[in-house]
Each structure stands twice: as C-alpha cells, then as structure tokens.
DNA sequence: CAACTTAAATAAGTTACTGATATATTTGGA
DNA sequence: TCCAAATATATCAGTAACTTATTTAAGTTG
C-alpha cells in the first residue's frame, strides 16, 4: 500500500509528519532578536564553516545574490560581519564572522541547548536513550541531504 | 563538566548540534514555490488544526497581529484561504483553508516524503531502525515544546 | 588581447513586514 | 441599562528585505 516503507520499520510518512512537528517547535525554540531566518543562516554558516565568499553563501541559503549582497552589507553595518578580499581572486570577497557576529550564534546556541535541556529531563530514559541512538542517523541524514539540495530540482528525475 | 547531560546518555549539547544541523536541510526539502517561511506556516498551522481565528495564527507564527491580516488577505487573493465570520463572536473572523491550499500543503508534504524515502534508502538498516525508534520520543518532544511556546519568556519562570 | 566567463555591486521596483491608530463587537460592572 | 474597558480585526504610513535587470571589475581562453 505505502511505497514509502522500507522492511525494516521506518515509515517515512511517518518519519515526515512527525519531522514537521518536531522542526516547526525547533526552529522557535530560540530567541530569534528580530533577525529574519536568512540572517540567521548566514551567521550560522559562517560560524559552521568559516569565512565564505558570497557565491558560496547564495548557494546554502537560496536567495539570489543581490539579496546576499544586500544582506551581508545589512550585517556588516550593524558590525556583525566584515568584508575582506579573497588573496586568491582579486574579484571576490570573503566574509568573516566579527566577534560580535560569533556571540549572536553563540548566544542562540546556549538559549536552544537550555531549552532542549529543559524538554528532554521531561522524556523517559528509555525515550531519551532512543534519541540518542538516533543522533548518528540524523546526522548522515543531514549530510546525504545536503548533497542533494546542491543537485537540481528535476521533478521526475529518469532512472 | 558539562551541565546538559542526564546520567543516561543524551548529551542536550549533541542533540542541538545534531538538530540543527538536521533542521536546516529538512526545511529545505521541500518545494517552497515562492513563498515565505510565514506564508508556509500559516497554511500548515491550519492544515493541521483546522480553521483558526486570526490571533490564534498570529500565535503560532510569532508575528505582529498586522502581518496576519496582510497574511490572510494575500493568501485570500491567491484563492488559498478563506474568510468566513465566527457565529460565536462577532468580531471575529475564521479563516478556513480552500481546497487549492490544502494541495499546496499536499504537494509540499508529498515532495518531503519523496525526498526523505530517498534519504532513508541510503541509511544502514540499524540506522533506520533508530531513527523508528526515536519518532514517538521526538513527537513527545514537540508536544512539550509547543506548551513551553505557549508560555510568557520569562527568564526566570516561578515554579 | 579580444571575447567570454565569473564575482560582486548597483538600480529600480515589489512584497512583506513594523508601530501606531481606528473600527467594531463583546464583556462587566455601576 | 448603559458606558468604560477589553478584545478582534483592519487600515495607514514607513521601512526592511527581497526580486529582476544591468553594470563594473577581474579572471580565463583561443
């Protein structure tokens, strides 16, 4: 019937529904400083990964490159990041996390860790040694997703 | 040392580098067909729930009650919702999903079942088997989640 | 070294937000 | 009963954050 069940128990419709729930909850666990969520993932980018170029930046948040253009000139007024020139290309710009930029992450990270703290000493050992488990999994998940954001959208791709 | 860890083994520090690393990319598989992460949210929130009044989805959404009624009436425009008055107070107003919103929602959810089944195929079969194992944890966890949103941010909430 | 390509910036216009305020309805006493 | 306060939504004016189209500058190639 679902051709979305592996023999091994993992309903992906399943998984999907109770993956939108669960990010939808995640994603406003915090505080978010009237920053919009493409602010804040280029901060989280450049905390992640290190300074970056804008072409590299449009690439992980799917916006055009005015707008990163726009959006890195936003941060760097407000002294969060700084524009330098690439030593290795005299046309593009590497943009690097200030220490005020890094606080900002820094500070949303320790807010969603007390959260989830505080949400994960309400779950049974047996459920929070389940999500345990499931770290790994997660991670591979993330990063085999990854990949594929980087591929086009083909609709139907042909086997 | 660290003052996010329960004696059982879940690490909150790890499950928020994990999830947001999860996160990020699970919000981007799906089609997002030009509109806004609020837009989005909206008509899942009423997916889900059923017609709402329009404070009711400015809670859910964490905007200005005017962006709401922009929101709605956008989104009426495009055929996608509804405004219809509330018989029990009149100065409320229900906004009901149409049938053309419930297919965007539909394909949206469809598009991430997609994506997520070719995910999952390219996990190992323990590694889909915790992620099963994890799905009734992660739900408790939104469901917690979504009452501690519902609460004033107090910092220092007294119990 | 001209033609092409790539990286970022600029320009002009649109959309989606915000705070402040207005309108209509309900609620709760005097 | 009726009026003041509270509640639910709408409107207005201004700003922020995007879009497409174009421009500038620096690399790459035949």
């Keep these: 019937m679902s051709p979305h069940e592996p023999p ?3 309903d992906t419709e399943d ?3 109770a993956l939108e729930k669960f990010t939808g909850i995640f994603i406003r666990l915090a505080s978010v400083e009237k920053m919009s969520f493409t602010t804040l993932g280029v901060l989280h980018t450049l905390a992640g990964r290190g300074p970056l170029r804008l ?3 449009k690439a992980s948040e799917q916006v055009t490159q005015p707008a990163i253009t726009q959006l890195v000139t936003r941060l760097e007024r407000d002294g969060l990041v ?3 020139p ?3 290309d005299g046309r593009a710009v590497l943009v690097h996390l200030t220490p005020a930029g890094a606080q900002v992450v820094d500070k949303r990270r320790r807010d969603r ?3 989830l703290t505080a949400l994960t000493r309400r779950l049974s050992t047996p459920q929070r040694q389940a999500v345990a488990a ?3 999994a997660l991670l591979e998940m993330a990063e085999l997703g990854a990949q594929v954001l980087d591929e086009p959208p083909a609709s139907s791709p042909p086997r």
């Design 8 to 10: 091994d128990g993992l």
């Design 15 to 17: 998984l999907a529904l």
């Design 86 to 88: 690439d030593p290795t």
């Design 134 to 136: 499931a770290l790994p």
């Design 55 to 57: 072409s590299e930046l």
């Design 82 to 84: 700084r524009r330098r």
């Design 113 to 115: 860790v007390d959260r």
